[in-house]
């Protein structure tokens, strides 16, 4: 991190304060979304044998991966280089 200063309009301040809002509400709406995938996977594997389909889909996936636990489907962000 870098130390120092800036100086920066109020104008420019408030619409700063309203992106880091946008952000975590985004950030939490997503968390949200994939608990609600993951139930939904999970319901899903317990009715029909979807293995191959979530293998195919973690070989071609860059950013994330499923992956099935005693039945739970559980959705794995991959770490960023």
Request: hydrophobic share 35%; glycine share 2%; with cysteine.
């Amino acid at each position: 991190m870098v130390k120092g200063s800036v100086t920066i309009s109020i104008e420019d301040f408030q619409t700063l304060l309203a992106s880091k809002t946008t952000s975590e509400e985004l950030n939490s709406a997503t968390k949200l979304a994939a608990k609600e995938l993951q139930v939904f996977l999970s319901y899903i594997c317990d009715k029909v044998d979807i293995t191959q389909h979530i293998e195919e889909f973690n070989r071609q996936s860059k950013t994330s991966s499923i992956i099935i636990k005693s039945g739970r489907a559980q959705i794995k962000l991959n770490e960023k280089d």
